[in-house]
């Protein structure tokens, strides 16, 4: 039985609390199951910071959630293993397997819930100006951080910008809408809830 779920992810640290939110079918699970759930903001050092935890933190789930900053083929992915910072400990076989993905990029998420963006970005809004697309995933990263700058410029909050209004937004959101629109997000949700089953 997991005591312990420790997930390292890849962000500045305002945006714990709303990833907090934005997770918390997870934590309630957690919780029931009398297991932590531990949210640990690393900013870029998060590869680094979860090869470490998988050392400090042998009895706990450790779990790294990133950026994949482009689309995520498995050519990609196995690269990505490669790196110099991705250093896991000898007995962590199944450690890239934690390694989850925000696919192309956190933003992607917000697109999956234009309700939610609308209501919080209010009047000047142009829900037009967003980027159409049900897999947001394959939304280019720059077309999904061009497509919110657009929609959100003329309201009152100004232009989106990730620290002034991303972990608003991360709070906001519902997961339900994120995780039908893309398949990474989901594949962590099932992995996690996982965990817990009886």
């Known amino acids: 039985m997991v005591k312990e779920v420790r997930l390292y992810f890849e962000g500045d640290p305002r945006l714990r609390r709303g990833m907090s ?8 699970r957690a919780r029931r199951a009398g297991c932590g759930f531990r949210l640990i903001a690393c900013g870029n050092r998060t590869l680094e ?6 050392r400090s933190h042998p009895d706990a789930y450790v779990a790294a959630l990133l950026d994949s900053d482009g689309p995520l083929t498995e050519e990609k992915r196995q690269a990505f293993f490669h790196r110099r910072d991705w250093s896991p400990p000898a007995g962590a076989a199944d450690a890239a397997e934690r390694v989850f993905w925000m696919v192309q990029v956190m933003e992607a998420w917000f697109l999956a819930d234009p309700e939610t963006l609308a209501a919080f970005f209010g009047d000047g809004f142009q829900p037009g100006a967003l980027r159409k697309n049900p897999r947001v995933e394959q939304i280019p990263k ?9 929609a959100s410029g003329k309201t009152r909050k100004g232009p989106y910008h990730k620290t002034a209004h991303a972990p ?4 906001r959101i519902r997961a339900g809408r994120v995780r039908a629109a893309a398949p990474n997000c989901e594949r962590f949700f099932t992995h996690v809830l996982g965990l817990f089953s009886e």
């Open 21 to 28: 939110e934005f997770l918390a079918e997870l934590r309630e």
């Open 49 to 54: 910071d979860f090869c470490d935890a998988l």
């Open 168 to 171: 608003e937004l991360l709070a």
């Open 142 to 150: 720059a077309d999904v951080l061009e497509s919110l700058r657009r």
